[in-house]
């Protein structure tokens, strides 16, 4: 297949090398100067002690004419590219992007094939064409509405052992499972400055992540909340030993995904009925703030 | 007046090197080592550019002679010397405990004049005998049931012009006025590790200030909720170039008053009717926890 993958961050670089195996790919960054290291170096994958350098195309003239693109930008930069998308001629577009808040720029796009992912894999921009890939993990993929398509099929069929693409049948599930735990593990520690698994470990952060959880999942309408509740202290220990992106994003004086993830929840509830989420909202958009002036 | 301070820390040595100007002071050390080293080198007050060296007794053994006592001790340390008070023979004690969760013992005391106090003063351990008088302020007294006593009034009279008493009639409003403050200011910015003023520069800070207020005002059921919020906010202008006790404590991984202030507030609440002032209190508690692990 020819994908374009728009957004050149630490997921689009990610996907851009692994896709590029068995793909045309080209790779749209904002700036003319990474554009240009990675046509001349290509994007090197660091994982453990191993690097590998692939040769990927890539471009930053927004003249996105491959039948299959995928968006890795974060979401609260969606809305430059959204007026763009919706003049393009039909084809498939598959977002990535964390939280919900994307899903209100989708009617404007419904003369494209639409596919909603969530990606679990661990990865750190290192440099303009470096990425580390710091934790395996699958791409989820969902079709958006029911469409024609084979995208889907191919990404599932062409998949490689260490990247693969599965197939889910409810868009909605997968996009919730994944905002609970970036709503939930993300502020928490982004606010304390602690990796994932003091989460579970210190009592008190514990007592926190369960009743901000619980908030959460009221909020989501989440069924089985016992359950739930189970899968994300499972995904909290499983990265135990990591820093969240919105840690990282805060300790590197960086805008976080607050917005797209305890904000867009807060737009679609009572304020009063969600006190922990509003707290942690205005914390983390506080203390953005309050780096902005240093 | 035979005065004896019980407790060392800064308000123990600030008290001590005023109150000895026009009294016979002994400050009661939990240390040996302390209690020789004030001996040898009487207390140091510094304040601005100048230091003053006063001789004060002090004495690490706990035979309390004195007709009046001052308790200067952190309320979570009080568990240990409320036995002691209580065998002592009538006499008249002061508290200036931070919080409200001093009250408990004082029914063990009914036998002693007690008086309640606020300090309003900021201060600064140094070392063992010098202290840094960081905040000029008052100190409103209160006695605590009708009794007989002339020691509210000699502190009256002989106060000097820096470091005054002042009378207050209602125990009961004085508490609370200090715990609204403590409550909220100092939890908040020894969350975010942030002056007092940021607290009201920063926007998302202000409301997460001003909806916290709320609940501690609602909860001790402050009837000029307006006056008080802007007393509130009063003291943490005066105070914007300040670090809160709290932060302090946080910062140099030492135990917090949150029990006695936030705490205190929890046992004596529904926690579903204090969403925030749960949150906070757990999660000072939690960075202390993680505090002691480092």
Redesign the interface.
């Given at each position: 297949m020819e994908i374009g993958i728009i957004g050149s961050g630490s997921l689009g670089l990610l996907y851009s090398f692994y896709l590029s195996e068995t793909n045309k790919v080209t790779l749209y960054t904002r700036r003319e100067e990474q554009a240009n290291k990675i046509n001349k170096h290509g994007i090197t994958l660091v994982q453990g002690n191993t690097e590998i350098t692939k040769k990927v195309e890539a471009s930053y003239e927004k003249n996105y004419k491959e039948p299959v693109l995928i968006i890795t930008v974060k979401q609260y930069s969606l809305n430059s590219i959204i007026d763009t998308l919706t003049g393009l001629s039909p084809r498939t577009i598959i977002f990535l992007q964390n939280g919900m808040g994307h899903l209100r720029f989708l009617n404007h796009l419904s003369h494209h094939n639409l596919i909603l992912g969530v990606s679990e894999h661990g990865a750190l921009k290192v440099s303009d064409s470096v990425v580390h890939h710091t934790g395996s993990g699958i791409t989820k993929i969902s079709m958006y509405k029911d469409c024609e398509s084979d995208v889907m099929n191919q990404l599932i069929r062409n998949q490689s052992e260490v990247f693969p693409f599965i197939h889910k049948s409810d868009w909605e599930t997968i996009l919730k499972e994944k905002l609970i735990v970036n709503a939930t593990i993300n502020p928490l520690t982004a606010?304390?400055r602690?990796k994932n698994g003091?989460l579970l470990t210190?009592?008190?952060?514990h007592?926190?992540f369960y009743?901000l959880f619980e908030e959460v999942a009221d909020l989501l309408k989440i069924e089985n909340k016992e359950l739930s509740w189970k899968q994300v202290q499972t995904i909290c220990e499983n990265t135990s030993e990591n820093q969240s992106s919105m840690f990282k994003d805060i300790y590197n004086g960086r805008q976080t995904e607050i917005d797209s993830i305890l904000g867009y929840m807060i737009e679609h509830s009572n304020e009063k009925s969600c006190?922990?989420i509003s707290?942690l909202y205005?914390?983390i958009?506080?203390?953005e703030?309050?780096k902005e002036g240093v």
């Open positions: 606010l304390f602690v003091e210190n009592p008190y952060f007592k926190l009743e006190p922990r707290f205005q914390a958009k506080g203390i703030r309050g």
